[in-house]
Structure formats: structure tokens, C-alpha cells
């Protein structure tokens, strides 16, 4: 296309030129941009385009008239150019972008204006907000700040059209964003009023990040429905692009109904690039803050798993700033240079840890059964992951060698919270409980039971008087219910209804002492603030919990199961989502008086 333009333009020239007398042979060759020998004389103090000298014009220049021209705004009146997406230039895009600039800096320099010569600051990174994205931070290990509630109340409900079963974020302004499985994401302000929806794609949403500043406007990144990335303008609820790559991640081929589930969450590095892993195996570092006014989302690496990333990446800096990363004034500087390891694990039953600059295999750990859950890092470099073989794993986070294993009755999907001290670990079990273990030595210190049980007698007492006849097998039948939650045989998915041996001997069949995998077991992961851990039921309840000892500080009933983990806004409010598509903004008593 330009070869064939540059043909048009000489011609033009020729032409021109022609008008005055007819072109000599070495001339023709020049006006080719063809100099040798034959020529040299006539071209040495002209413009030509054959690589020899230097090009005088800031574009495009024609050989024989020294005109200098651009050959962007000959493509412009081109109707064929502006459909044929396949050839969109973006060289000309930019120069573009640069002449429109230029006329705003004259024009303001017209005016005396001196705060239009300065583009506004694009800061790439989260938001400096306590809870920018998934579990609050980089390290992604649950931990606010701030001071929760001591005496619970509701302070607002905000009533979505679908499930809440992606975990809230929240922005500096006190803003809420979360998605919902009817398909979008909310923009909530800071009141419970409705800022602004934006569409996703129903089916499969995640939790979201906010960052990359551009002015006073920040993106908000989220994957949707078919594994698509949005990329939402986080003040207008507008799109800045999107990026789809590969197939969905369950259900039927391409073509089919949208998957279901909840997908991981993106993260931002502090120099704008966003990690995120959107269906197809593979977890993408995308080139997101561009500096210019939008988001490019162009592919820098990729790595592929041998399974699907429903885990979020947990990014360890080496020099593990904290947000704000920039300098307070332009050229806005990167305090330190952005780079370190991607902690997240995959349906291939490995954890791993690739280079955040070059997606290079650092390590790798494979458990018993898939990793879904996002890891937690401490402060050492330790990594906390749970699996669905039941156990929640200690690794070395420069090596990947296991340091500890601790081993519960059901799938850990949840992902790991750790306390201020980094002293306690805290996570849910599909065994309906929720466990505080040991960093040092991977012991238990107490365990809290969530889940909903059915209504037995104690362990150990005889059943409660027959009203008429009951037969044998009907009285051995609730022997063995006597004894719910004592399970030890039972495989990890499959939550015991009887301890299996005491059934076995009382002639209660192994299926029935073993039973389905239970809904009831906890999804939501902790929330730690202030010696508290924060934390949702499947049946409703929402706990406050005392991080030494497990007590119950408070507990409130909301209106359907809590799958959404908590988030928390810089002044301690709790938010939360539940089944039934109910936000809730939870603060302390005396606040909402």
C-alpha cells in the first residue's frame, strides 16, 4: 500500500516537473529515488528515499522536487483504508495522536493557559486504595489495615439481578465494584447508590482490579462471560477495549452456551502491565497502560499450565513497594524497577511461580488434586495455597519446596488469610470448617465449624425413645447419625454424614455414612483486620471471629448462601454479596447511629 502510494506521488511530481520541459534519463532515475553514478550529481542536494542519506523531511519526501509531504494524510481521503481493518497503520494512528497534541499545546500556549500543556499523569498500578482487587493486595493475603466492626449492622443492601458470588474491591473514593453472575458489573457509590452497570457477559465473571490511573479516571479490569478481559472506564462505565484469547475454559466447544463459574482476578504490576488468566490454560501478561489515554491489552507473554487458572497470581516484587508507585510529580517516575515472580495454581494439580518480566518457569509444586484457590505470600516469601486433596500447603517462595501440609476432610478451594504477624494462617474447608494453623510448624490452633449440620443427638447418646415400634435396622440407622461430623474415612469431596468404622459396625451402609459432596461447604475466603477474621457461611450467616481463639465475636443472617468473599473499604466497612444478588455494606453499630 505505501509502495503504491509513493508511485502516485512521483508520478505527481513527474508530472509537475514535465510541465516545465521534458525529464532527462538520470533525472527519471532520481525521481525513482534510484541514485548511482549515473545520477549522483543530480541527486546530491535532494531528498531521496533509497537509504543513502539522510531524509531531510520529518515524514515523506518526493526525490525530484524536494517536496517534503506525509503520506498519512494521502491514506486518510482512502475509503478502502478506513474498511480494511487488517491494514490498520498504526504509524499513522500516532502521528495522528502527535499533530492533534501539538495543536492543543499552541492553542493553549495562545491563550496563556499552562495547565493544558501537560498531559494529565498516567500512573500505572493499582489503586492506592486498602482493597484494590481480589484479597486485597499483591501478595493476595487477605489483610486489611483498617479496623472492622466490633458491633455489627447493616448499613445499606444493594439488590443486584443476578447471584454475587465475585468478591467486591473498592476504590479510593469509596467506591464499590462488583460483578454478578446476571451478567454485569456494578458501579456502586459509596452509599449504595447505583453508579453505573456495565455488561460482562452472562455466565462467568470475576473479581475485579481497579488501577492505572489516567487523570483523575482509573480502569477497571474484570473478566466476563466467553473469557473475555474488559477493560471499563472506572468514572464513565465505558469500555477501553477488550481481549479475548483461546476457547472456554468449561463447558461445550465454541458455539456453545457461556461457561459457569467465577474466574480469577486480574493484577496489576505497578508499571500498568495486567496478569490474568482467561479460559484457555494459559495465565497472559498484557501491555495495559500506555500512557496516551486507553488501554492497549497487547499480548507481552503468555504462559501455559497443563490445566485451566481459576487461581488469581500473587505478585512478589523484589522490592515489594507499596502503592502509590510513582513519584508525586512528573515525569512520574517508577520508584523501583517492577519486577519478581506470578504465584498461582492450576487444574494440573501444580502451583507455580513464572518471572513477571519474561513469563520464564521459576518453579513448580504439584500436589494431590487441583489448585484453584489464590495463593497467600508472607512477608518470608512463603507461599500458602490450598488444593482439592483437601490439604493447605507451606512451600519455600524461592524454591517451591514444601515446608509443611496440613490435611483437612474436604477440598480447599478458598483462598488462604493470614494474620499481622504473619503468626496464623486461616482458611475454609469443603468440610464445613474453617482452620487457624500454625506458620511456624503447620499445627492446628483451632478450628471453627460453618457449614450447616443436620439436627442429631450428641455423639455418643442413645437415641431418643421410639413412639411405637421401630425396627432394628431403623434403631441402628440412627446410631450411626448419632455420630455426624466425627468422619476420618471418608475421601476428601465427600463430607462424612457418620464416623465410617462405628457405621460400618452398626450395619449403616458406607454410602450413606459418606454420602455426596456437600453444597454446604464454605467458598468465601477469610478477611483478617485487626485481630479479626471476617468470613462468610453457605448458609447465610456472616462471622466475626477472634484470630487467637476462634470465638465468635458477632454473627449476622443475610438473605442467601455467602460465596463471595469480603472486602473491606479504607474505614473498616465490610462488603459482601450473596446468592440471592444482595450487596451489603456492614459497618460497626455506633457508626450507623
Known sequence: MRDSWRAVAVA?????????????PEESLCAQGLCDADCEELCLDRCTLDGRRPNPCPYECEPLTKTCYDECEMKLFDVTVEQDKDNYDHVCVGRAATKKARILMEAAAEKGDLTLRLPPASLSGLDGAPWPLFRGNLRRDGKSPARGPKFAEILWQFQAEGPVTASPVVCSAGHVYVASRDGHLYALLADGTLKWKYPVGAGAVGSVAVGNRLGTDYTVYVVGGAGRLHAVSATHGTDRLQFLRGSPLFGPAAGGPPPEGVFASPTIGPEGTVYVSVQDNALHALAAATGGGGSALSVKWSFFAGGPIQSSAALVLAEDPQPPYHAAEPPYALAVAPHGALVFGAGDNYVYAVASATGALLWRYRTNGAVVGTPAVGADDTVYVGSRDGGCYALDGRTGAPKWRYRTRGPVDASPALDAGDERVLFASGDGHVYCIGTEDGRLRWKFFLGEALAVEAPGAAPAAPEGYRS??????AQARAVLNL?????PGRPARTQDEKAMRLGYHRRQA???????????????????LYVGAPGSAFYALGVKDGEVLWRLDLDGAVLSSAAMGADGTLYVGTERGTVYSIVDSFRAR
Open 514 to 532: 459418606c454420602g455426596e459432596a456437600a453444597r454446604g461447604g464454605p467458598l468465601a475466603s477469610p478477611l483478617v483486620a485487626d485481630g479479626y
Open 472 to 477: 432394628a435396622a431403623a434403631y441402628r440407622e
Open 487 to 491: 468422619g476420618e474415612a471418608c475421601e
Open 12 to 24: 505527481v511530481a513527474m508530472a509537475v516537473a514535465g510541465a516545465a520541459g521534458q525529464l532527462l
